[in-house]
């Protein structure tokens, strides 16, 4: 079947599952409305239908339903979002995102975790537990949220302690060997205002796919793309019922996990017999060589490698202050990266890439607000953060003896960081409200590192480098009720993300990215709350977008002139009958470099364009951005068996449709993923008092092969290689759960 005609089929059923919910005018039929979702997207409590910009919320019962376990399953009900595992973190909203590995910069898209801003990509994927709730804001949030949220943020807001005991059990096992188990419990810690909650995950399962080199059993390297990690959330809470409330929170995240491997897509002329089964996705040989002959750094053993850390404390504290609120919060976080790749597919070792890198942050925000159901509401306040790390990057090229050729980076970054922010907000007449904010950005970077070249004689470069960037970040929102359940939106915002410095190669610092977005919508609650219906359209004008190529072995990162997006999405859920909930998103998104002359390691011959130069040759206006495919279609159905006494059987089942993919500005069709649709399905019985639950899921139910990411590989220059991650197979298992 042709894209075209898969993407009409994907549309169509979106629509048509929204028609009978459209005539369900039973206003008898309360039990089936839709629950009100409350966010603090807005650094306050609303209600999601009240908030004045594009956001998905899911609630930790909407996770369970859908099977999503980690910040990668996002993708499945949310438009515009795309998540990738690659050598850190890649999210990208409305094709905005990043392209630097490195601790000298950072994400387009700001993950938060319990109120914590997390600095490093490396640290954006990680399992999902306990969960209240995830708010995925999409488009730039310069003002409340600031840095680096030039794409959008995702916000994963925790359940928090209460006086009422209460808390959960569940497993699950698997295909694959996988084997699961999470659980939290909480409480009042006798009649002293405190309350406390402990929550915490243990995932294993075996790789999905099999490494054939020769010894890698030996080295527990035989399986790749395997789990192997733990996880816990501890909080102290108190609130005397006064005027002032605290919270101390803690959570450790411990990865053990190997990292999926590259996969050619096409043989390397300079290794014609050595690639391992080309077309064959799950076998690959891979030597992953830890040792680096006269390099300065002894990397150590497997376990020293495949490892991640996640460390991380916040303190809230809040005070009623009359008509005001006075909040703040203090975070610490540190995180540890240690990866390698053999991206050579070669049988014997060749090359692999290793990075570990080692981070501390801390930051801390002050917020004032008055009260929101004033005429005139408004919130003020000030964040300051810092965040040093050292970072160690080699490529050893070994060929299989023991030779001291090798590319080592060594070195460290700094970013220090300070904003003030405010945001005003007149309710002009009772239908009419209108909200202006700005935010005031300054950051300081240095790096100091030493980048080695040695291929029979050692040739050494020190970095040692600092910027200063600034912007002010504004935001103008009119938002119009025109009844009960309908209002409409306009909103102009302006997003900035800091410039910095790539460790991956000897360049200048490249510029701060700088963006504004154009955005109208409309929410809307129809059929006496059966139905929710939102949607928007959006227009970004892009100025120096980050942009990354591998040159030489080196992954290089410029900044293109001048792009522009613009897009529409809609989301709608609906309850036709008591039993049956449904769900549909469709985004649209149109994406293209409006001026950006660079040069093309492929093309070293290429002719220069019109209004570029012989230092970057070829104009790329008209190209589309990487990861912003054209749609994506996500529909979900759920529908409800009630047996009385004998509990109830709910049956789910969601798919997920994304266009063609490009994952670099060239466009090249070897480095792309075509379109492609995912299908999940679960069934799960609930006991009559909620309490104990079995369930049984498929993921990629019809084993769909397809690629989470496309690099270029640089150890092959001139001749284009593609190296592709290849996502998870069909997985099946059964869980057991109990609520308390």
Known sequence: MSTRNTLSLAIAAALLSTAPALHAQDAAGKSGVLEEITVTAERREASIQDVPMSITALSGEALAKAGIQNTQDLVNLTPGLIVQRSVVGKISIRGVGNENYTIAGDPGVAVHTDGLYVARA????????????????????????????????????????????SGYLKTEIGNYNKRRVEGAVGGALGDSGFTGRVAMLRGLRDGYTTNNFPGASSRDLDELD?????????????????????????????????LPPYKYLNQPTALPNENYLLGDLRNVSQGYELAIPGASRDVGSNGDVFKTFQRGTALHLEWDLGDLTLKSITGIRNTEFNWVNDGDGADVFYVNYIQQDDTDQISQEIQLASSADQRLSWIIGAFAFEEEGDSYIALPFTFGFDLPFYIEIDGEAKTEAVAVFGELKYAVTDNLDVTVGARYNKEDRSTNYIYDINFGSLFRQVVDDDDSFNAVTPRLVVDYQMSDDMSLYASVTRGFKSGGFNLLAVQPGFKEEKVWSYEAGIKSELADGRVRLNGNVFYMDYTDMQVGQIVNLSSVLTNAGESRLYGAEIELTAIPVDALELGATVAYLNTEYKDFCTGDPTRPTAPVSPGCTTADPIQLKGNELPRAPEWAVTAAATYTIEMGDGGSVALHADARYQADTYFTQFNRPLISQDAYTVVNARITWTDAEEQFNVGAWANNLFDKDYFTEVLESGAFNPQLVGQAYVAPPRTYGVSVGYNF
Do not use: C, K, M
């Open 122 to 165: 490396s640290a954006g994927l990680f399992d999902l537990f306990d969960v209240n709730r995830v708010e995925v804001l999409r488009g730039p949030q310069g003002t409340l949220y600031g840095r680096n949220a030039t794409g959008g943020v995702i916000n994963i807001v925790p359940n928090l302690p209460e006086a009422e005991t």
């Open 226 to 258: 395997n789990q192997d990690l733990w996880a816990y959330r501890a909080q102290l809470a108190f609130d005397g019922g006064g005027s002032f409330r605290a919270r101390l929170s803690t959570e450790y995240l411990h990865d053990d996990s190997n």
